[in-house]
């Protein structure tokens, strides 16, 4: 970070704790607000960072500032698009992007999947919603995790163990549960936190 200027570390630290308190982009507004300056000179600073590859953003979209690369204690976790039967977990044809969290959610372990469908809406976790979900291959009743059926389809449902079986159970009263045996589920991770954007 040596080729930038004083205002512009500032501008970084400014959007890292704004992930850190809210867990969204801040708008140039609140970018201005935080260092004392107008709203112009922010968001000269931020196509700055920008062109210098911290930043990237998506044009006429607010809030769409984040970070590019590690910076403190805000990390970038890949967000995965289908996952593929043979196919490792993180491998560069699943990333579709990357998202932000903070190393409280241990990001390291951590990688973030795209809901589609309402299976678990009851659960408050919606169609279009992305989850952060921390890599592990074990659950409790009651955990929400990632699952692969039968080495070839992710899922995401409250976890359950029955005797000689488990239960992957959906939290919408129209979706029935998948009761597998033990040797067709493989567990990804668990869900530790659910992002949701107003369309």
Same mark, same amino acid.
Request: glycine share 8%.
């Given at each position: 970070m040596s080729d930038l200027t004083e205002k512009q570390k500032r501008a970084l630290k400014v959007i890292e704790e704004f992930w850190e308190e809210k867990s969204l982009s801040p708008s140039i507004q609140d970018v201005a607000t935080r =260092? /004392? %300056? %107008? @709203?112009?000179? *922010?968001?000269?600073?931020?196509? *700055? =960072? $920008? @062109? $210098?590859? &911290? =930043?990237k953003n998506s044009d006429r979209i607010g809030r769409s500032w984040q970070l590019t690369q590690? %910076? /403190?204690s805000i990390f970038k976790v890949p967000l995965l698009g289908r996952v593929a039967a043979g196919t490792p977990l993180l491998a560069n044809e699943n990333i579709e992007d990357y998202v932000m969290v903070s190393n409280s959610n241990q990001s390291s372990q951590c990688f973030a999947l795209r809901i589609a469908g309402h299976s678990m809406m009851e659960g408050g976790i919606l169609d279009r919603d992305i989850v952060i979900v921390r890599q592990q291959s074990s659950a409790n009743d009651g955990d929400i995790v990632v699952a =692969?059926? #039968?080495? #070839?389809? *992710?899922?995401?449902?409250? &976890?359950? @163990? &029955?005797t000689s079986q488990i239960g992957l159970m959906p939290m919408n009263q129209n979706y029935d549960p998948m009761i597998l045996d033990p040797e067709r589920v493989s567990i990804l991770g668990k869900v530790i936190e659910v992002r949701r954007t107003i369309h």
């Open positions: =260092l /004392g %300056i %107008i @709203r112009p000179t *922010a968001y000269q600073h931020l196509k *700055a =960072l $920008k @062109r $210098k590859g &911290f =930043l590690n %910076i /403190g =692969l059926v #039968d080495s #070839d389809s *992710a899922t995401v449902k409250k &976890f359950k @163990r &029955f």
